[in-house]
């Protein structure tokens, strides 16, 4: 389907939330989010349990209404349901809904009749997501991770220029994680658009082309991946193999700021590599010395470490003082 255009216009973004919020009770779930997502992006949502993001997502899909602020998807708002935006959609929530005492395959062809996607798609789309093997099989004796896969199809199978996937790969082993990987680097290659949510960082690194993270329902920043690592202040560190050298010494080389025991390793962190690395050859040798840079878990846990030690403690007051 053509990318909807405003006449003489850049083409619309696929998402655009604007000063959006959503409260349940006392507690503000999103807080004044706005962003845009542009059409053939890979777009990660990323925060601690509780910050926000399937509320988010879910109004952006129509699945919930904003207290305030707007959403256009493609330039037309989900809520009310907008029947002509729906085939344009896919969607996988967190707590997907099957058609109960159907088999996988039945399940998926029920979904791709609503959406008046071909036959055929389903059977491409099992094969995507590796259940040809469980297509006779009822989704209630499937696997979790199965049914995890079973939801991602239904969000695939009719072809929408813009997908919605909240965690997807939760229930995956790894090899699965992977298999979804691959699948998703294919849809982006071939220019839908993906709104993702994830608790893996090395994910988002990997995939998106910008992530925002959220942190008690606002946006607490918004940027490519690499960027947000390169604007990191977050230190290196450099490994070095157990026994090659003693705390004492490492800790007395000039540019190294704390020095621990790790998994096998001694961890020197530092802001300046190459004058630690220089000194380490000196005193030990650099021979199975390995050196790693900030990644975007530094920038996550710096963002959120503290902010969700709040939403804890507030979570567990609201707990205790309900009725
Ligand atoms: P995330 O997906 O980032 O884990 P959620 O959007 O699920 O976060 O939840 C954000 C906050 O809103 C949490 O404090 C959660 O308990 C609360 N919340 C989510 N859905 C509901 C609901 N239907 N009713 C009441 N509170 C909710
Ligand atoms: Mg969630």
Redesign the pocket.
């Given at each position: 389907m053509p990318a909807t255009t405003a006449p003489g216009g850049p083409p619309a973004p696929a998402v655009r939330v604007e000063a959006v919020s959503k409260r349940?009770?006392d507690?503000l779930?999103?807080d004044d989010v706005t962003l845009e997502i542009r059409q053939g992006e890979f777009f990660g949502l990323l925060?601690?349990?509780?910050?926000?993001?399937?509320?988010?997502?879910?109004i952006m899909e129509g699945l919930r209404r904003a207290d305030a602020g707007t959403v256009a998807l493609f330039g037309r708002s989900p809520w009310p349901r907008d029947t002509t935006l729906l085939p344009r959609i896919g969607v996988q929530t967190?707590s997907s809904a099957f058609f109960v005492r159907q088999t996988a395959h039945e399940h998926l062809r029920t979904v791709a009749a609503l959406y008046g996607a071909p036959r055929t798609a389903v059977d491409a789309t099992l094969e995507t997501v590796g259940l040809t093997g469980q297509r006779d099989v009822r989704v209630e004796s499937l696997s979790g991770g199965q049914r995890q896969r079973l939801a991602i199809a239904s969000a695939l199978v009719h072809a929408p220029e813009l997908i919605f996937l909240?965690?997807p790969t939760a229930a995956l082993d790894p090899q699965a994680r992977r298999a979804l990987w691959e699948v998703l680097r294919g849809l982006k290659a071939a220019g839908r658009t993906i709104v993702y949510?994830t608790h893996h960082l090395d994910e988002a690194e990997e995939l998106c082309d910008r992530i925002a993270i959220?942190v008690d329902?606002r946006i607490a920043v918004t940027d490519s991946p690499h960027r947000l690592v390169g604007a990191s202040r977050a230190p290196s560190r450099v490994l070095l193999p157990e026994g090659r050298l003693d705390e004492a010494t490492a800790r007395a080389i000039e540019g190294v700021e704390r020095v621990s025991a790790q998994g096998g390793s001694l961890v020197l962190e530092t802001h300046a590599v190459g004058p630690v690395l220089t000194a380490v050859d000196r005193i030990a040798g650099l021979d199975g010395v390995q050196t790693r840079t900030a990644s975007l878990e530094d920038v996550y846990l710096d963002l959120t470490a503290r902010p969700a030690e709040a939403?804890g403690t507030a979570?567990t007051t609201a707990e205790t003082t309900e009725p």
């Open positions: 349940y009770g507690r779930a999103v925060g601690p349990n509780g910050a926000g993001k399937s509320t988010l997502v879910e967190q909240d965690e949510t959220l329902g939403a979570a």
